[in-house]
């Protein structure tokens, strides 16, 4: 079989924890990430016998306007069941979730596909339910193994979104929980940067194949990661005239790889039925009163119109809320300029130091001064960027941050005229003459190591367009 | 106090403090309703040991009002049976006979006020089992419209059918602990805002009492019939008018009922793992095959049965045929009594088919214990409020009245039993 | 007819273990009781259930927890403030 006859169907479930202060079904608070062990909880979310659930009213209002941003029916009226399990993290073997009668159905994402093109993804389904506790792995083979629990997290709002086997590669998959995650922060319901917010179930098959589930992927990059394997696994195993079993697999974030649950796990039969301790919910009518805000792609396109910025720069852009924000307050320096610089400069640098956005957004003033020094030509674009560098590492450490005027002042970055270097290019020159051969034999591009030994020994002060018109001129061109 | 009926599982007592309306006297506790720091065990071996670190809502409400809380008494384990048999920790005895069953599941606080170990105590009603072991021991107890009462902190077997409720000597005492006990709590979603003034006055004359003809059918004992028929008799000599009604869904009733609570009871009891309380799971072994052997050795045998009853009807394949059906039951059962209780203010029967059985009379079959429970769950079913008061015996024991009412009408159903009470 | 192999499916799917002694007797009195329960298939399931009761909710409002110690009172040798429990893996 040709490679591209195996076409590849995936559909995502993807849990993120709502932003509220309370847990679901309990006043517990949900700020329990810095907090000891089973500090968090009470009766209810402890599953003690004789506690009853309360149902949070915001966790239902941020729902709804997850599903009003989706674009998804609202049914008249939705119920909690309990799904029956055993389970060290489940406190009442049952989790509370919705069957049947869910929060919300269908609606849709609009993602690119591929090739880059516009694609519709249709939901399923939306509803909310309650996360179970944490579990640590203990012991060994001599003392014998067994579980730590904490219960901290036990009751935290969750909002599942189903989405229809649309998606047809491990990127696009990415791409949608990317667009997911942006939708649900810019509606302020979902905080992205909490440890363990968003848990993606995967569906994934070849076509003509059974079906294999992957479960509790807690990363962006653990979602794409995950169904790149399971393709990897199933396309040779069809290869070697093997058939995809129908099962459940788990995925090892550390090795990248899936491995099979075990069949216990699998066969559970959930014996969904009504929470009798809930009545049901009618809020079909509240979707009226929600006022949604700019979501991303409206602000991507008002990027493109206000700000006359490229379709890239405005996706990029938009992407997520607190860049899209500093966008806003550093385009006065220049709509153009702070994009490029931006999008294709800070994020690289940011990643590569592993350093949040949040970290320069209360600088984001000194970061206009940057900018502005290369606006006005008064520092090149190589030592901007080494501007930005040092300035970032001077954030992110210990000791006191330096200002870009003053990391440019104390390393003498100024842009300096070219004149000013006529001495060291005529050095360069004459210590290189076979670039200057091969550049008269017309081989493009040899100027430009030239050009480079001049910047490396002017310390990127010097303005490269203008050392190369000063090469041409004492060559004589 | 000599516990001679075996009525309690720990005879703690807690003073009260304060000047309420229940200051000085002391009320005894069904021990499935949780009690802080008092062991909560619902007579399950599951539950030994446990100390709830929260009071129920109930049991705040009785702190409030000046009680004190005089030990936690006897039941069928998670109150899941008729007789107080299925106590693992022994029957409590009937105080009219001691070779008797109390009747269940609040058998204990049933026997305590029987016995005169205390005035009032609290029970639980899930599909009789506070109007069961009042009629059998010869005492007064109500079971509260769904609702009226808060849940939180009643260790749940068929959360959609029970609530707590009073049982005492008389109608006055079940009318006080009442007024402690009904209104809203916030904490269970369930509860609606129905306060009780504890205004009790005897008031029949006037009323239209429903006769149902189902109450009076196959399986009912002749002389317990004759004897609840004296007491309707009794009701129109003070000037109520007797009529007959019929309630035709009630053959759905105890299927309904048992599907139902089944269902429910195999989800709640799902929890007891042994892991956050409860006997010591083997923490090496793989977690299913240490819940496994946990709840082998913590449960009884009636709730193993019903837990596994409610498994299978709850499973793939049988849900639309058991627990669907069984709901769109419930509907019709609780239309047949509004319709009845539009023309009727009450209607009445015996509150048990039978009167008190031996010890171990009832246990060997347990369709024929459940078959006990057809003239009390009904008012289960349809949420109602229903009142078993004392009319004679039978056989030498007692036998009870049973009175319904009309939805949240607990206070004109009070001022009736307490018409009757005073004329008897 | 409910089939003792039943039985002992539905005990594993609600992790109670029965003897074989109670096996037997519980697939009999299985079979009774839902012959007992037959009545409800004559039903005819015609219209919505009523609600008595619809959008029962809670402010967001933090209340306080119970502390760690009461957490962890009823639980068997917990470990710098986890709740211990078999294995998993």
Redesign the interface.
């Known amino acids: 079989m040709a490679d591209e006859e195996y076409i590849v169907v995936i559909g995502l479930e993807v849990h993120c924890q709502l932003d509220t202060s309370s847990k679901l079904f309990c006043g517990c608070s949900a700020d329990f990430r810095a907090d000891a062990p089973n500090t968090h909880v009470c ?1 209810v979310c ?10 949070n009213k915001k966790a239902i209002e941020y729902a709804l306007k997850v599903a009003k941003a989706l674009n998804c029916k609202i049914p008249q009226e939705a119920e909690f069941c ?1 799904k ?1 399990y ?3 993290d489940l ?4 989790q509370i979730t919705m069957g049947d009668n869910p929060l919300a159905l269908g609606g849709y994402i609009e993602i690119e596909d591929d090739a880059g093109n516009p694609k519709v993804v249709n939901l399923t389904r939306i509803h909310v339910e309650e996360d179970p506790g944490r579990l640590i792995h203990m ?1 060994n083979k001599e003392r ?4 730590l ?1 904490d219960y901290n997290r036990s009751g935290i709002p969750l909002i599942e979104m189903v989405t229809e086997p649309e998606l047809c590669s491990p990127k696009e998959a990415r791409r949608l929980l990317n667009k997911l995650r942006a939708t649900l922060e810019y509606l302020d319901v979902f905080d992205p940067d909490k440890e363990g917010s968003i848990r993606v179930d995967a569906n994934i098959s070849i076509k003509g194949h059974e079906r294999v589930e992957i479960k509790n992927i807690s990363s962006y990059k653990g979602v794409e990661k995950a169904l790149t394997f399971e393709i990897t696994r199933q396309k040779n195993l069809i290869r070697r005239g093997g058939s995809i079993a129908r099962e459940t697999r788990h995925f090892q974030e550390g090795k990248g790889t899936t491995t099979s649950a075990r069949s ?1 796990e699998t066969a559970t ?1 959930y ?3 009504p929470e ?4 049901v919910i009618r809020v079909s009518d509240w979707m009226d009163n929600i006022v949604l805000p700019e979501l991303p792609d409206a602000r991507r396109d008002r990027f493109m119109n206000q700000y006359g910025i490229a379709v890239n720069h405005a996706r990029t852009l938009t992407g997520d809320l607190h860049l899209a924000e500093f966008y806003e307050l550093i385009a006065p320096v220049g709509s153009q300029i702070a994009a490029s610089w931006i999008a294709d400069i800070l994020i690289g640098e940011l990643n590569y130091r592993d350093m949040p956005l949040s970290k320069i957004i209360s600088h984001a003033g000194q970061f206009k001064d940057l900018l502005v020094l290369v606006r006005d030509q008064q520092i090149t674009d190589k030592a901007g960027i080494d501007v930005l560098r040092v300035w970032l590492d001077s954030l992110s450490g210990t000791g006191s941050p330096e200002t870009p005027g003053q990391i440019v002042a104390r390393l003498g970055l100024t842009r300096e005229s070219g004149e000013s270097f006529r001495g060291i290019v005529e050095k360069i020159l004459t210590n290189n003459p076979q670039a200057i051969a091969d550049h008269k034999a017309g081989k493009k591009g040899a100027l430009n190591f030239i050009v480079g030994q001049v910047m490396k020994e002017t310390k990127g002060k010097s303005d490269p367009r203008e050392i190369h018109a000063m090469i041409s001129e004492i060559l004589g061109e | 106090m000599n516990d001679k009926y075996n009525a309690y599982l720990n005879t703690t007592e807690i003073p009260g403090t304060g000047s309420g309306i229940l200051a000085g006297i002391r009320v005894s506790i069904k021990d ?3 009690t802080k720091d008092i062991e ?1 065990t ?1 007579a399950s071996k599951i ?1 030994k ?6 009071d ?1 809502h109930a049991v705040t409400l009785l702190k409030n009002a000046g009680a004190s809380i005089a030990g936690k008494t006897n039941m069928d384990e998670f109150g899941m049976g008729s007789t107080t048999e299925n106590s693992a920790f022994g029957p409590a005895l009937n105080p009219h006979d001691t070779t008797r069953v109390t009747g269940g599941s609040s058998g204990g606080s049933a026997a305590a006020v029987a016995g005169g170990l205390v005035s009032m105590a609290l029970g639980s009603d899930t599909g009789g089992s506070i109007r069961c072991p009042a009629a059998w021991c010869g005492i007064v107890g109500l079971k509260p419209s769904y ?1 009226r009462v808060s ?6 077997y068929a ?2 059918f029970e609530q707590i409720g009073p049982l005492a000597a008389n109608v006055r005492d079940v009318a006080k602990l009442f007024s402690v006990i009904a209104g809203h709590d ?5 509860s ?1 805002s129905k306060p009780y003034d504890g205004k009790v006055i005897p008031d029949i004359r006037g009323k239209t009492i429903g006769i149902p003809r189902e109450y009076f059918g196959e399986g009912v004992d002749r002389d317990v019939a004759a004897k609840v028929r004296e007491a309707i008799t009794k009701l129109e000599e003070l000037g109520a008018a007797a009529v007959e009604v019929s309630l035709p869904s009630m ?2 009733a ?3 009922y ?2 139902t609570c089944t ?2 009871a ?2 709640n009891l ?2 007891f ?6 006997p ?14 946990v ?2 050795a913590g ?1 009884g ?1 009636e709730v ?2 019903r ?3 409610g ?2 009807a ?3 394949g049988y ?1 639309g ?9 419930r ?2 059962i ?1 239309k047949d009594f509004a319709s009845a209780l539009k023309t009727c203010d009450f209607l009445a029967g015996p509150t048990m088919p039978n009167v008190a059985p031996k010890i171990g009379e009832l246990t060997s079959d ?2 024929l214990m ?1 078959q006990a429970d057809i003239l009390t769950v009904p008012v289960n079913i349809a ?1 109602i409020p229903a009142i078993s008061v004392p009319c004679g015996t039978a056989h030498g024991m007692p036998v009870g009245l049973q009175l319904m009412g009309r939805m949240f009408g607990e206070e004109s159903l009070l001022n009736a039993a307490l018409a009757f009470e005073e004329a008897v | 007819m ?1 089939k003792e192999s ?2 002992l499916h ?10 074989s002694s ?1 096996l037997g007797k ?1 697939t009999e ?2 079979n ?2 839902l012959e ?6 004559t ?1 005819e ?2 219209g919505p ?2 609600r ?2 619809v959008n ?1 909710f ?1 402010e967001d409002e933090v209340t306080p927890c ?1 502390s760690q110690e ?2 962890l ?4 040798n917990p470990e710098d403030g986890y ?6 893996v």
Not at chain 2, 151 to 156: C, D, N, T, V
Not at chain 2, 273 to 278: C, I, L, P, S, T
Request: net charge positive; hydrophobic share 40%.
């Open positions: 009766p402890l599953g003690l016998p004789g506690a009853l659930p309360v149902l309990r029956n055993f389970y060290p406190v009442k073997a049952y012991g014998g193994h067994y579980t629990v216990k039969d014996r969904y039925f009798p301790d809930l009545p | 499935n309703i949780s909560t619902c539950l040991g446990y100390i709830p670190p929260y129920a609702g849940r939180f902190g009643l260790i749940a959360n959609s916030k904490k269970d979603s369930t609606v053959k759905y105890l299927p309904a048992y599907v269902c429910e195999s989800s799902d929890r793992d042994g892991v956050r309380y409860g010591e799971p083997e923490m090496n072994l793989p977690w299913h095959d240490a819940y496994t052997k709840r082998e449960f045998q193993k049965r837990i596994l009853l498994t299978f709850l499973s793939a849900y045929k058991y627990y669907v059906k069984a709901q769109h039951a509907q019709l609780a347990p369709l459940y949420g | 409910v039943d039985v539905i005990a594993e799917l609600a992790d109670i273990g029965i003897s109670e519980f009195q299985f009774a009781i007992y329960f037959d009545i409800l298939d039903l399931v015609t259930l009523e008595p009761l029962i809670r119970i009461d957490a009172r009823n639980s068997h709740i211990r429990a078999p294995k998993v």
